[in-house]
């Protein structure tokens, strides 16, 4: 194909002929190094020009000297126009005499030839045009990537928001109308998180928390957070051991330029008890029934920031009084800034609750305030840069109740009153094993269990890690060695998949005892796999309850113990005061094995 095309409108066919050869006689080199001749099309007049450059997409037109005469600039307008997007330089032939005159072609040209004709300098204008063309290839092939990139990334924004918008599926934000909220993301996706949910005993857990950044890249670490919430809060962990898990898994997945501020509170509607950790975040404001404010700063570093954390010193306990209600906040309101820079800041803020408390009766109060707020923020700014999240909470409303939670007993020195003696025995067949996870069933029924709140947490965990042992490395036999590498990691859980489809025998038996005596008690477990047994090198901590299991187990286990080539696992729990007296334990049996070693 010819490297350089032009076509030539000029209706005296002895001139039109002088300047194809002219341009014929001008070699061109590609930027593939191939010099070949440019091709040339003649034609007489504007009409024929129109209908064939469709066809011929020429990168140049040449006006010769009768027709640039006669030529008018609604004609280089439709010639431009037929051209499409890419531009088509249309050059006059003007004669010496006029040129020197000082004669300006009444058409909109870009440029003129002058005649007599000058081969050389033609080569010029003709190389220098070669160039732009091009060069506005390039751009043209750089736009249309940067087109598809961009459609790419909106797809790719869109599926992103649907999946975080998932992630709140589980929230119980728009269950109650004593919570209100705002969420305006500066990007597209938001780097502020907001999820609430209820505990299995009916208190109210509110997270607010903001990513440094925002768009995308803080978005992501919505994904971390909202499932350690969302996992462990419905099932009775606890507020302090939540947070001790969520610090943790974002100081291993953020990069270090990012962290996490958050504000998280447990609400107990029953005994009007409000616990509540600040990381970072702008001060929350507790607003009294008499316009009083407190106001909760932070105490703790941003989540992810050090591996370490201080969580059980900075939460803060409250008691809640009919008519408070809390405010909380990122930092995009207090940051809003407008044409001279100010920013709203704190003060602003608090003047607008301090007046909304003066201004009338409460329930008028509860209607304006929120939305006093936010018409102020959205008059102050003068354009939003950062996300910008509000949230009220009436802490006194009845509907903050979880309605479908039985009421907890919390007299008594021990909050459940008395547990009792009772046991359960379970034993899953492979078709269990294979098919389902049959813990979260199992721990549902154990919570219900008279006064079994007082443990749920530390039963949890323990028969979690007891059963996953049982599983994976009793039943499938796999060794936890695997695990050391970052491959090792990846193919561990492969096969563990892959062996649990695979099952056609093994079997899992759980022995639960609980046992019961005036100032305390204790739940002992045991768990018993199919498989061959515990190697000797268990003892020296270096088999499968080496690592994270083990420090969890000892954190709330009282003693542990099993023997290498057994595949009987005991543990106790314990709780309050005292020893059994003879013959209150039932005829339980100690286990004479040694504790497993740190």
């Known amino acids: 194909m010819p490297g350089f095309r ?42 024929q020009a129109r209908s064939i450059i469709g066809r011929v997409a020429p990168n140049l037109v040449l006006f010769g000297p009768a027709s640039a005469r006669v030529a008018t600039a609604g004609e280089l307008r439709q010639l431009r126009q037929q051209s499409g997007l890419a531009p088509i330089p249309i050059l006059f032939v003007q004669d010496l005499k006029s040129a020197c005159a000082g004669e300006v072609p009444k058409a909109d040209c870009d440029d003129i030839v002058i005649k007599p004709y000058n081969p050389g300098l033609m080569e010029m204008k003709l190389a220098s045009i070669r160039r732009f063309r091009d060069f506005n290839r390039s751009l043209i092939t750089q736009r249309d990537r940067l087109r598809r990139h961009h459609a790419d990334f909106l797809q790719e924004q869109a599926n992103a928001r649907e999946i975080f918008g998932n992630l709140g599926n589980e929230s119980c934000l728009d269950d109650t109308d004593a919570i209100r909220y705002h969420l305006s993301p500066r990007a597209v996706l938001n780097g502020d998180l907001l999820a609430a949910t209820y ?77 509540l950790l600040n990381a970072g975040m702008p001060s929350p404001c ?22 370490d954390d201080q969580v059980d010193t900075a939460i803060v306990n409250y008691q809640v009084r009919a008519g408070d209600r809390l405010f909380l906040w990122s930092d995009g309101i207090h940051e809003a800034r407008n044409l001279r820079g100010e920013h709203f800041g704190e003060e602003r803020l608090l003047a607008l609750l301090r007046k909304g408390a003066e201004s009338g009766e409460a329930p008028s109060r509860e209607l304006q305030d929120f939305d006093r707020i936010l018409v102020a923020v959205n008059a102050h700014a003068a354009e939003q840069h950062d996300d ?26 021990r909050r459940g009153g008395r547990i009792g003696e009772w046991s359960i025995e379970i034993c899953l067949a492979q078709e269990e094993l294979r098919e389902a996870d049959p813990l979260p069933h199992l721990l549902s029924v154990l919570v219900q269990m008279p006064g079994a709140v007082r443990f749920r947490e530390d039963l949890a965990i323990a028969l979690g890690e007891l059963f996953r042992n049982a ?21 561990y859980y492969d096969l563990l998949e892959e062996r649990r489809q695979q099952l056609d025998g093994g079997w899992i038996r759980i022995s639960l005892r609980c046992d019961d005596w005036g100032g ?23 088999g499968v309850y080496s690592g994270r299991g083990l420090a969890m187990l000892r954190t709330v286990c009282r003693n542990l113990e099993f023997s290498p080539g057994s595949s009987l696992v005991r543990a106790v729990i314990a709780w309050g005061d005292g020893q059994p007296t003879d013959g209150e334990n039932g005829g339980a049996k100690t286990v004479q094995t040694p504790t497993v070693p740190v």
């Open 388 to 413: 910008l999240s509000l949230v009220e909470l009436d802490l006194s409303k009845p509907s903050l109740t979880k309605g479908d939670c039985p009421a907890v007993d919390y007299s008594g020195v």
């Open 6 to 47: 032009v076509l030539i409108i000029e209706s005296d066919a002895e001139e039109a002929g002088r300047l194809r050869d002219l341009i014929r006689a001008c070699a061109y080199t590609s930027p593939s190094g191939c010099t070949v001749p440019a091709e040339t099309w003649c034609v007489d007049s504007f009409a």
């Open 199 to 275: 505990t299995p005993d009916g208190k109210l857990v509110l997270m607010l928390a903001d990513f440094a950044g925002h768009g995308l890249a803080a978005a992501v670490g919505a994904v971390p957070l909202t499932s350690i919430f969302y996992s462990m809060m419905p099932r009775g962990f606890s507020f302090s051991r939540v947070l001790r898990e969520m610090n943790r898994k974002l100081f291993d997945l953020l990069p270090r330029q990012m962290f996490c501020c958050l504000v998280m509170l447990e609400l107990d509607p029953r005994r009007n008890h409000l616990r």
């Open 471 to 491: 599983m994976e490395h009793g039943v499938l036999g796999l060794d936890s060695s695997i695990k050391n590498t970052d491959e090792g990691f990846v193919r």
């Open 520 to 542: 305390g008690g204790e739940l002992q477990l045991q768990v018993e796999d199919s498989g061959s047994g515990f190697p000797p090198c268990t003892r020296s901590g270096r």
């Open 286 to 307: 507790l607003v009294r029934a008499d316009g009083a404010q407190e106001l909760f700063v932070s105490r703790h570093l941003p989540l992810g920031v050090l591996a």
